[in-house]
């Protein structure tokens, strides 16, 4: 199994890729790369999922609205890069915690983030002869999202500047601005749930997403907590109004440590406690759970969710 995500590791940073499972049959358990969603294998039931690479933030400007989009895109799992051409205000980009800090003229900059469609670019500079160096080398470049704060003259200035200069008004036109979804935000923070907020809503309505964290897949990987038996919990289908989607993954470590989760309370719980067995009693390397938050279970139970979840449990 460590040969196995040593692999997806490596197809992660190149692309993407699919993972398929067998959940039944005399295969249960045993995991194939494929190159499409696949539903059924020689009649036997199977889990494919989607696995991306790591979703990346990349920021246009070190500025004070940068500061607090770096912090809630680092709480939000994203790894965060910083563009800022003023030594000052990188040292504020990496005191607010960005994974890199590239200081130096944002075109130079740019040449060095490659882009892919895991990637969302926010442009939030000083001023918009900065705004449209960036949006220029960033449209030439594979994005998830592109957006740029500004009045809506700047916007317009930017935009007609470049269709001038050869970008197609098409290309232009598919920029979120002004960023953010409208919520009357003022201060930077408020601005930053905006921005935040619509990145997380155009990442959500693609169905292809992948539950692999960088921290778990650092422990599955063996980086950290190696000495330690974990069981890895997937959500493999959900009905009704379960918390967390399809896909979503939680690694219980025989210590009770958990990282990610899949939705909490009583529903998580169970799943937990089956988990910890697992690995106690090392009987079982595989099994479905169904966790049933329907309404009269949901009320015995306290729940506050309705719907069941399958979850996929294995023996790392």
Request: net charge negative.
């Amino acid at each position: 199994m460590q040969n196995f995500y040593e692999e997806l590791s490596t197809r992660m940073r190149e692309g993407s890729c699919w993972v398929l499972t067998v959940l039944e049959g005399e295969h249960i358990g045993e995991k194939q790369f494929v190159s499409s969603p696949v539903e059924k294998v020689e009649g036997c039931r199977v889990f494919c999922e989607y696995a991306g690479s790591v979703q990346k933030l990349v920021i246009c400007g070190g500025g004070h609205v940068s500061l607090p989009i770096i912090r809630m895109g680092k709480m939000l799992g994203f790894q965060v890069t910083v563009l800022e051409d003023r030594p000052k205000f990188a040292d504020h980009a990496r005191a607010a915690g960005a994974d890199s800090v590239i200081c130096d003229e944002f075109e130079k900059g740019l040449s060095k983030v490659e882009g892919d469609f895991e990637t969302y670019f926010v442009i939030v500079t000083r001023g918009h002869r900065y705004d449209e160096v960036c949006l220029e080398t960033i449209l030439k470049k594979k994005s998830a999202y592109v957006g740029m704060m500004g009045s809506k003259r700047r916007v317009a200035i930017v935009k007609d500047q470049l269709e001038e200069k050869g970008t197609k008004r098409s290309r232009l036109e598919e920029v979120h601005t002004p960023i953010g979804l409208r919520i009357g935000a003022e201060t930077p923070e408020e601005i930053a749930v905006s921005i935040l907020a619509e990145i997380i809503q155009i990442k959500n309505a693609d169905a292809k997403r992948s539950g692999y964290s960088k921290e778990l897949m650092e422990v599955l990987l063996g980086e950290k907590q190696e000495h330690l038996k974990k069981v890895l919990a997937t959500i493999v289908s959900r009905k009704g109004s379960a918390p967390r989607s399809v896909g979503t993954k939680m690694l219980i470590l025989e210590d009770g440590t958990l990282i990610d989760t899949i939705g909490g309370g009583c529903a998580e719980s169970d799943i937990i406690a089956k988990a910890l067995l697992m690995m106690r009693e090392g009987k079982i390397k595989f099994q479905i759970c169904t966790v049933d938050m329907t309404r009269e279970a949901a009320e015995d139970e306290g729940m506050v969710c309705g719907g069941k979840i399958e979850v996929m449990l294995e023996l790392v």
